[in-house]
């Protein structure tokens, strides 16, 4: 079954402090894998895509990880700002299909 | 700047009542699509479409109708309200290219309630 899994389900940490959420997906074949940030009350906005080739993606404090092999995604965010605070998931699309698994997310608080 | 328009943002319904929920976009995207977003579960693609005159089924189409008539606006309809359909409701478009990179453009939501 293609599934998208992510963790934790919430996170709260200090401004100013580094986090990392996790996402593990099952989809097969698959194609690439992007992370959305979703602010509260708004529609999710694109982060980042890491296709099978990559490894490592950096876009601005945001950093992508990609292990194929184990199907494994991580998000990392560095020096954490309050505007930080958001819901972020992870959608995998299945090959030659337009077919995108979405995560439930990661809702990650930023306190002062 | 408009990108992805939907309309309306708020709407409480009575079990058994119909309704449209608006969506236009602007940038010429051939892509379209519903989803909806329930607590604790991802996006769920309702029903999509690839260009006028052309829609198909998502995951969850049941108690939802759609059509495309221009490449610009992209309605859904509830025929018949029901509790079950109490969510928040994303209308989302890209052009072809975009959906193989699985890069959507969304809009700000429709939070429907049904009572």
């Known amino acids: 079954k293609n599934q998208v899994e992510q963790s934790p389900q919430s996170l709260i940490i200090l401004e100013g402090k580094n986090c990392t959420l996790q996402?593990?997906?099952?989809?097969?074949?698959?194609?690439?894998l992007r992370w959305y940030k979703q602010d509260t009350g708004r529609g999710p906005v694109s982060l980042t895509i890491?296709?099978?080739?990559?490894n490592t993606k950096s876009n601005g404090r945001y950093t992508a990880t990609l292990d194929a092999d184990t199907k494994q995604s991580s998000l990392h965010i560095t020096a954490s700002q309050l505007s930080d605070s958001a819901s972020y998931i992870c959608?995998?699309?299945?090959?030659?299909?337009?077919?995108?698994?979405f995560g439930s997310g990661t809702r990650l608080l930023v306190r002062p | 700047n408009a990108g992805v328009t939907q309309t309306p943002k708020f709407q409480v319904l009575k079990t058994g009542q119909s309704m449209t929920l608006q969506c236009a976009q602007d940038?010429?995207?051939?892509?379209m699509s519903w989803y909806r977003q329930d607590p604790g579960m991802g996006l769920r693609l309702i029903h999509y479409?690839?260009?006028?005159?052309?829609?198909d089924q998502g995951e969850v189409p049941n108690g939802y109708n759609v059509s495309r008539s221009t490449t610009e606006d992209f309605p859904l309809r509830l025929l018949s309200a029901a509790p079950s359909q109490t969510s928040v409701y994303f209308c989302?478009?890209?052009?072809?290219?975009?959906?193989?990179?699985?890069?959507?453009?969304f809009g700000e939501g429709s939070r429907l309630t049904v009572l």
């Open positions: 940038m010429n995207h051939e892509y």
């Open positions: 989302a478009s890209s052009n072809l290219a975009g959906v193989d990179t699985g890069e959507l453009f």
């Open positions: 959608v995998v699309r299945k090959d030659s299909s337009y077919k995108l698994i």
């Open positions: 890491m296709t099978f080739s990559e």
């Open positions: 479409s690839v260009g006028a005159g052309i829609t």
């Open positions: 996402c593990n997906y099952t989809v097969s074949p698959f194609s690439n």
